[in-house]
């Protein structure tokens, strides 16, 4: 199985940078997946990592530690709509289903 | 485009009633997969399928089934046996290993009233 903690919420403001922390243990490991989703939405793919280091995708990086069991999402320079909650998902090895974390709720503050 | 249809967007149910959501998928995907999510506690499984005429049991399938006769359906249906229906179903679906992990439809919110 896997277990996967993220924190719960995140303030910040209009421009400025944040980094949301996602740590998993997991019997098996394909994988690491960031979604990001609106209030009433559904999720939407933002990066995948499946090995060791950083992934840069414009504004957003997601970084990933498998010895540590560790990934974070950096998103830079911060709009108003990056407010939202942002989940933190790995994939089992063995039957590649996503287990997902409880989601980071990001406030964007003008 | 392809895509992952979901239906109704907004469904209510009376007590000891089933209701059946929908999923459809044009992707080609072997893979589809119910979620649950309610307020504060993220996305929990409620079963899976990874090829027709067969799926299994998530984390939380009690009181939910499921059927699987066609590759681009798999819908759920909430039985009166679930005893705290109330909450935003999804559906996704994906390949096996592919880079995007789940494309998802765009929910059901389901009340009983």
């Known amino acids: 199985g896997q277990n996967i903690d993220q924190p719960t919420e995140m303030t910040a403001t209009e421009g400025a940078i944040v980094q949301i922390n996602c740590t998993y243990q997991?019997?098996?490991?394909?994988?690491l997946f960031w979604y990001q989703q609106h209030a009433g939405e559904a999720p939407t793919f933002l990066s995948y990592?499946?090995?060791?280091g950083l992934e840069e995708k414009g504004r957003f990086s997601s970084f990933l530690s498998r010895s540590k069991g560790y990934s974070y999402l950096l998103l830079k320079e911060l709009q108003m709509k990056d407010s939202a909650s942002y989940l933190c998902?790995?994939?089992?090895?063995?039957?590649?289903?996503?287990?997902f974390g409880a989601g980071t709720t990001v406030t964007v503050r003008a | 485009d392809g895509g992952i249809t979901q239906s109704p967007k907004y469904l209510f149910r009376k007590e000891g009633q089933n209701v059946t959501l929908s999923c459809e998928q044009n992707?080609?995907?072997?893979?589809m997969y119910w979620y649950r999510q309610d307020p504060g506690q993220g996305l929990r499984l409620i079963y899976y399928?990874?090829?027709?005429?067969?799926?299994q049991k998530g984390d939380i399938a009690e009181g939910y089934s499921v059927s699987r006769e066609k590759k681009e359906s798999f819908p759920l249906t909430v039985t009166s046996a679930q005893k705290n229906p109330t909450a935003f179903y999804l559906c996704?679906?994906?390949?096996?290993?592919?880079?995007?992990?789940?494309?998802f439809g765009s929910g059901t919110r389901l009340t009983v009233v």
């Open positions: 399928s990874q090829i027709v005429n067969d799926f």
């Open positions: 997991t019997s098996g490991f394909n994988g």
């Open positions: 990592n499946v090995l060791d």
């Open positions: 992707l080609n995907h072997d893979a």
């Open positions: 996704a679906s994906s390949l096996r290993t592919g880079r995007r992990g789940y494309t």
């Open positions: 998902a790995v994939r089992d090895r063995d039957d590649y289903k996503l287990s």
